[in-house]
Antibody, heavy 121, light 107 residues
Framework: EVQLVESGGGLVQPGRSLKLSCAAS????????MAWVRQAPKKGLEWVAT????????YYPDSVKGRFTISRDNAKSSLYLQMNSLKSEDTATYYC??????????????WGQGVMVTVSS | DIQMTQSPASLSASLGETVTIECRAS??????LAWYQQKPGKSPQLLIY???SLHTGVPSRFSGSGSGTQYSLKINSLQSEDVASYFC?????????FGSGTKLEIK
């Protein structure tokens, strides 16, 4: 059974940093692209970052480019999101998600339960 | 960026009815479209990918169709457990973008 379990969320002040983690199990982690998707309270879904199987290629929307960094440790079957210079508009539930295939252009076939990040003074 | 326009924003239907949710892309996405179901307080779950392929374990009362810029999700024989928000998403091109969602309630 595919399982994705996020951790590391919490309350953080604007301008500070936070690192999220996602522990994966039930599949060969190194064979899949992985991503982070977020959802602001009572809002829709926004893609945040994608990383290739080896970790050599990363992709971000303009809203987080230069502030967020996605990374992975295939030996530990873990995915990370380093978030710097946080803004109030980054307040959201962050989901770890698996892309449904071994390349960039795939849907998200499994999602974690999500972790809440609140950016407020 | 490809814009995804989803309608309606909310929908109320009776048990056993058939409902349809629409999604329009701002350009051709060549069937690179997925539908997700999000129940209250839960994470999104994949229903449909490649516009019309049913994800593992999804009931056959869910179906997807469309091509080009126009896509739809149909739910036959509405059940109480289908109460949820539904989102479309294009993965044809980055940045991936989602529709704004449809909240489905039972009348």
């Amino acid at each position: 059974e595919v399982q994705l379990v996020e951790s590391g969320g919490g309350l953080v002040q604007p301008g500070r940093s936070l690192k999220l983690s996602c522990a994966a199990s039930g599949f060969t982690f190194s064979n899949y692209y992985m991503a982070w998707v977020r959802q602001a309270p009572k809002k829709g879904l926004e893609w945040v970052a994608t990383i290739s199987t080896s970790g050599s290629r990363t992709y971000y929307p303009d809203s987080v480019k230069g502030r967020f960094t996605i990374s992975r440790d295939n030996a530990k079957s873990s995915l990370y999101l380093q978030m710097n210079s946080l803004k109030s508009e980054d307040t959201a539930t962050y989901y770890c998600a698996r892309l449904g295939g071994p390349s960039l252009a795939y849907y998200f076939d499994y999602w974690g339960q999500g972790v809440m990040v609140t950016v407020s003074s | 960026d490809i814009q995804m326009t989803q309608s309606p924003a909310s929908l109320s239907a009776s048990l056993g009815e058939t409902v349809t949710i629409e999604c329009r892309a701002s350009e051709d996405i060549y069937n690179g479209l997925a539908w997700y179901q999000q129940k209250p307080g839960k994470s999104p779950q994949l229903l449909i990918y490649n516009a019309n392929s049913l994800h593992t374990g999804v009931p056959s009362r869910f179906s997807g169709s469309g091509s080009g810029t126009q896509y739809s999700l149909k739910i036959n024989s509405l059940q109480s457990e289908d109460v949820a928000s539904y989102f479309c998403q294009q993965y044809y091109d980055y940045p991936f973008t989602f529709g704004s969602g449809t909240k489905l309630e039972i009348k």
